[in-house]
């Protein structure tokens, strides 16, 4: 067996999508959904829009190419994935989220060198930012509306902040969880970490969203967690974001806050990539708790149990505001298009978006 992967082009005239899937698309993983919502090969074809036997046979060719049963039950006959389908979905399932970021970035850097072939009068904003389910719109909103290519890197927020002093780019994007100030006080793992990369008089903080942050658990709460301190209960086996991210800065806080050691929580040196990742990683059961976006547990159709707020914002210099692209920027998050399409994702707001703030009046380490 052997994976090749190709891409396609399609129109933007659409409404642009807040966050979406990866575009990565393989007809078997579209069957195999439908026969586990359905429960039967008839109905999995109907939903489709497919004949009964065009689906039977394409997954009878599967088979024989994994060597092993999608499904379990015989035709004519009510249908469910077999152990191997159900294992084969959850994996293509993680993957997708997985690497979220990687393929964003990807598919938006074709875009850009082909956009840039098409129109090369188009302005190119470079950005280092962390992982959110917000950015893509962004992207799209100025492309179409401010002829604006923006250029983002996904990394940690310290990270982001490290290329945004070191000249390699105009914007950054950073996440504080400003909603509890013990979490970003002076001397707590996320002022350490981020706090020395943020410069007054010359760094500008530009609100971007609000986002809900808690713990991620299956659907119907089975183990009955109520809480931050149920993540070192017996039965919990927990999935992490990785060391650095801003996420694993904020979780980390928050453990110390609470007297909680990272010793007694199973599972917690296992990493996951994004938000989504996470939630992958517990729909397919390989964990049941993590801590993430409200959005990401509810686009696997998870529980989540909120523990803070943060609010996410765009980073830039004080010189580079005046720019063409920074003001196209301000433009569409002052946009009453964009604050809708943050305000329906789950879990996140748009109250003062766009606002650009003082370090001194916003940051708690200086209070």
Known sequence: MSIKLNYSFFSETSPVAPYREIQLH??????????????????????????????????KKQEAVFGQSLLAGRQGQSARLSDFGERLFWAEKKMRARFLPEAESLAAKLDLELSLAVEPDLTLLLAFASHDLLFPALRDCLKRESRVLLDVSYVGSARALEKLNEGACLLAGIHLPLGDERLCRRGSVIHLGLGPQLRLGDTKLIRFATREQGLIIPSGNPLGLSGLPDVERTGVVFVNRPA?????????ELLFLAGISSNRIVGYATEEATHLSVAASIAAGNANCGFGLRAAAECFGLDFLPVTSEQYFLVCCKAALETEAMQAVLKILLSDHFRQLADSIPGYGTQGSGEIVSLRATLPWYK
Request: aromatic share 12%; glycine share 12%; hydrophobic share 50%.
């Open 26 to 59: 393989n007809p078997l993983f579209a069957m195999l959904a439908a026969v586990r919502d359905e429960g039967s090969i008839g109905k999995a074809a109907s939903a489709l829009n497919l004949s009964y036997r065009y689906l039977w046979g394409f997954l």
């Open 244 to 252: 650095g991210s801003g996420t694993r800065l904020l979780l980390d």
